[in-house]
């Protein structure tokens, strides 16, 4: 296998290691090279630099599983804060909507009162009305009691006028058109018995 091959296939494996679940058995393994002085870069570089590249990755992968185990708490930690995160936005969701329902139902509420106060408004201007009609009524009607008795009298000289409308005229165009060679005496005993003899017949 040449040079070339033998770097791709450890790139390759360098690249689809799984760092994040290195067994604890394999670091136990590794230990004692990170203790020995032989197996550093510095070192290993004077012999191999493929070999170089090597040592430095599993250093920095025994690195890596001791810096992840304490990361490990941390990032769960974070995940169920993200959870909680999560379940506290839906909480906090539902509540604005409920809160936006609630706020929609006083605006409805506000604008039901404001119709309400206008109609009331209203209906006392058309109260007041009524009632000032009602005092000028009252007024009016108090001061035509005292035309009542005229209106009677008025209305009972009326009625005995119409009754004796026809004899009026009668004695009237009599008078007009046979009387008026006659002096004011004789014209006045004439009327006088017309009526009499009108007044015979109608009886």
Same mark, same amino acid.
């Given at each position: 296998?040449?040079?070339?091959?033998?770097?791709?296939?450890?790139?390759?494996? #360098?690249?689809?290691?799984?760092?994040?679940?290195?067994?604890?058995? *394999?670091?136990?393994?590794?230990?004692?090279?990170?203790?020995?002085?032989? #197996?550093?870069?510095?070192?290993?570089?004077?012999?191999?630099?493929?070999?170089?590249?090597?040592?430095?990755?599993? +250093?920095?992968?025994?690195?890596?599983?001791?810096?992840?185990?304490? *990361?490990?708490?941390?990032?769960?930690?974070?995940?169920?804060?993200?959870?909680?995160?999560?379940?506290?936005?839906?909480?906090?969701?539902?509540?604005?909507?409920?809160?936006?329902?609630?706020?929609?139902?006083?605006?409805?509420?506000?604008?039901?009162?404001?119709?309400?106060?206008?109609?009331?408004?209203?209906?006392? #201007?058309?109260?007041?009305?009524?009632?000032? +009609?009602? *005092?000028?009524?009252?007024?009016?009607?108090?001061?035509?009691?005292?035309?009542? *008795?005229?209106?009677?009298?008025?209305?009972? +000289?009326?009625?005995?006028?119409?009754?004796?409308?026809?004899?009026?005229?009668?004695?009237?165009?009599?008078?007009?058109?046979?009387?008026?060679?006659?002096?004011?005496?004789? +014209?006045?005993?004439?009327?006088?018995?017309?009526?009499? #003899?009108?007044?015979?017949?109608?009886?």
């Amino acid at each position: 296998m040449g040079h070339s091959t033998i770097k791709d296939s450890l790139k390759h494996q #360098f690249e689809n290691h799984k760092k994040d679940n290195i067994p604890d058995k *394999v670091i136990d393994k590794i230990q004692p090279y990170m203790e020995n002085e032989g #197996f550093e870069p510095a070192a290993i570089a004077k012999s191999s630099k493929a070999c170089t590249s090597i040592c430095m990755w599993v +250093r920095a992968m025994h690195k890596y599983h001791f810096v992840a185990k304490g *990361v490990e708490p941390k990032r769960r930690a974070l995940a169920e804060a993200q959870e909680e995160l999560a379940a506290t936005q839906i909480i906090l969701d539902k509540a604005r909507a409920k809160l936006a329902e609630v706020e929609e139902g006083l605006r409805q509420l506000n604008e039901n009162l404001k119709q309400t106060v206008a109609k009331k408004n209203e209906l006392e #201007f058309n109260t007041k009305q009524c009632e000032d +009609r009602l *005092v000028r009524a009252d007024k009016l009607i108090g001061g035509l009691a005292g035309e009542k *008795v005229r209106w009677a009298e008025s209305i009972t +000289r009326l009625n005995h006028q119409l009754e004796h409308l026809a004899g009026d005229v009668l004695v009237s165009a009599g008078t007009i058109a046979y009387s008026g060679p006659f002096t004011g005496e004789f +014209r006045q005993d004439l009327a006088k018995e017309w009526i009499t #003899f009108l007044d015979a017949k109608v009886s």
